[in-house]
């Protein structure tokens, strides 16, 4: 919503653009951008400029992040460097205004825990809100949550009791909590995908895994990083693939849901870790995608057959649909390609192309 302040000048500029008279139109009129140090000989060109600024709202940046709501999390120090305060008159921090907006990045960057409640402020622009939970990881601590994790769920058997031992177990690691709920939230994800939750619901296993995934993204672990995949991995999402993970076979289902070839060396991975996962993601990455090559689309049909899909989340089905789809395409067989293509014609996830002709069916 436009500014009492930026209305006035706005009519200004109208006014001085249109009230020259006579001899003074001879003379060249420019108008500034607000916002930068170009200028414009009509207010109609400024306007159209300025339309495409970004918001010049007050903003702080940290790693490249911008600071937004009330729940951002901060898990490693920081240095000056790495904060960027833009478009900020005044600061606010925990009821206090500031001498200088400088002294917030001084602040930030020598504490090792804390919380920051700020206020940014610029004039003429309605103040923004925001707040930093800032609690530094120890590598140390990072490391037994990881051996513990590993120790405790190297299977898909656990079961609440496990759960409780894990969290007993790490409860000294008061400097790496939110790495040790994410790793929880993606245990209770699990138990409820699979039904074997008794307060959770198939439903709640997305609300977990979401959480899980914000949590776990803020630590640089190879395990946090496998279970961030891993989720996206369950909700259809195969980008993003910046390095191998450490989860056999996850690697190359990624490659082949994204419709690329695995590599004939795929199998030889190294530092494979056995990580807990739901039972349908379990039979996709260590059964279908394992064996892929080695089905043909009959023996795929049969073995998926056996499945009870109807309890699947839709994003399993899908899965297995495009699988059948590739072994159809591979084989040459339109009929099925089409019957499974359809299902997925929709999706923006799956690169299919569905046959249009039955008389081309095998």
């Not at 895994?209 to 369950?234: C, D, E, G, M, W």
Request: proline share 3%.
């Amino acid at each position: 919503m436009p500014t009492v302040g930026w209305i006035q000048e706005t009519a200004i500029d109208l006014f001085l653009e249109r009230g020259f008279s006579a001899q003074e139109k001879g003379s060249t009129t420019k108008f500034k951008c607000r916002e930068c140090p170009m200028e414009f000989s009509s207010m109609a060109e400024r306007s159209q400029h300025e339309r495409l600024h970004p918001v010049a709202n007050p903003m702080l940046t940290i790693d490249g992040r911008e600071v937004m709501g009330d729940n951002f999390k901060l898990t490693r120090a920081v240095g000056p460097e790495d904060i960027v305060l833009s478009c900020v008159d005044e600061i606010e921090l925990n009821g206090n205004v500031l001498d200088h907006p400088d002294e917030l990045l001084k602040q930030l960057s020598s504490a090792k825990k804390g919380f920051f409640d700020i206020k940014l402020s610029r004039r003429g622009i309605r103040p923004k809100r925001i707040k930093i939970d800032l609690l530094v990881a120890s590598l140390t601590q990072l490391e037994q949550v990881d051996q513990s994790f590993l120790r405790l769920f190297g299977r898909d058997d656990f079961d609440g009791d496990t759960i409780s031992h894990f969290i007993s177990e790490t409860e000294g690691c008061d400097e790496v909590i939110w790495y040790r709920d994410g790793l929880v939230r993606y245990l209770h994800g699990v138990m409820a995908k699979d039904q074997r939750a008794e307060r959770l619901t198939t439903e709640d296993f997305a609300k977990c895994f979401n959480r899980s995934h914000q949590l776990l993204v803020q630590y640089p672990t190879a395990l946090s990083y496998s279970l961030s995949q891993l989720i996206k991995f369950s909700f259809n999402d195969f980008s993003d693939f910046r390095s191998r993970t450490s989860i056999s076979r996850l690697d190359d289902a990624l490659m082949l849901f994204r419709g690329d070839t695995i590599s004939t060396n795929a199998g030889d991975q190294n530092a494979i870790l056995k990580l807990p996962t739901d039972h349908i993601t379990s039979r996709i990455l260590n059964d279908y995608v394992a064996h892929f090559p080695r089905y043909t689309l009959e023996s795929l049909e049969l073995a998926i057959d056996q499945i009870n899909t109807s309890k699947l989340v839709n994003q399993d089905r899908q899965k297995l649909n495009y699988l059948r789809y590739l072994k159809a395409s591979e084989e040459g067989n339109l009929k099925a390609q089409r019957n499974y293509g359809t299902k997925l014609k929709y999706s923006e996830v799956f690169n299919v192309t569905v046959p249009e002709s039955e008389a081309s069916d095998v």
